[in-house]
């Protein structure tokens, strides 16, 4: 059984001291928090990401609703792209706000591999 306690040496010895046991976190408490600070920095950008999606998907559909109705008012050429390009908006939300709805079964086909791949042959 590993020790969350790791043996560090005193005045310069070579071998750890008996008495200085100073309390460290076990490295799977380490790669958590690693990986949950890697999944927060992620989740961040994607939803960064989608909010400049937004933004442009704003900005450029209000310009050519204008164009529309300045130039060609009865003919709403403007529907075509807002709605072909509001589509995949929609799903650029979908993917960033549902919170990987794959993800449990994802995980379980990891663990079924990762445990292929580390089962000992038969004897």
């Given at each position: 059984m590993q020790s969350r306690f790791r043996r560090?040496?005193?005045?310069?010895?070579?071998?750890?001291?008996?008495?200085?046991?100073?309390?460290?976190?076990?490295?799977t408490a380490m790669n958590d928090a690693n990986q949950n600070l890697q999944d927060a920095r992620?989740?961040?950008?994607?939803?960064?990401?989608?909010?400049?999606?937004?933004?442009?998907?704003?900005?450029?559909?209000?310009?050519?609703?204008l164009l529309n109705f300045l130039h060609n008012p009865g003919q709403p050429w403007v529907l075509g792209?807002?709605?072909?390009?509001?589509?995949g908006l929609l799903f650029h939300g979908l993917?960033?706000?549902?919170?990987?709805?794959?993800?449990?079964?994802?995980?379980?086909?990891?663990?079924?591999e990762l445990q292929k791949h580390h089962r000992t042959p038969p004897t």
């Open positions: 560090i040496p005193l005045f310069g010895d070579s071998e750890p001291a008996q008495n200085s046991l100073i309390p460290t976190p076990s490295r992620r989740q961040v950008e994607r939803k960064i990401g989608f909010y400049l999606h937004l933004a442009v998907y704003l900005i450029i559909n209000s310009g050519l609703l792209p807002v709605l072909g390009w509001g589509i993917a960033v706000f549902l919170r990987d709805p794959g993800a449990q079964w994802k995980q379980r086909m990891i663990e079924r």
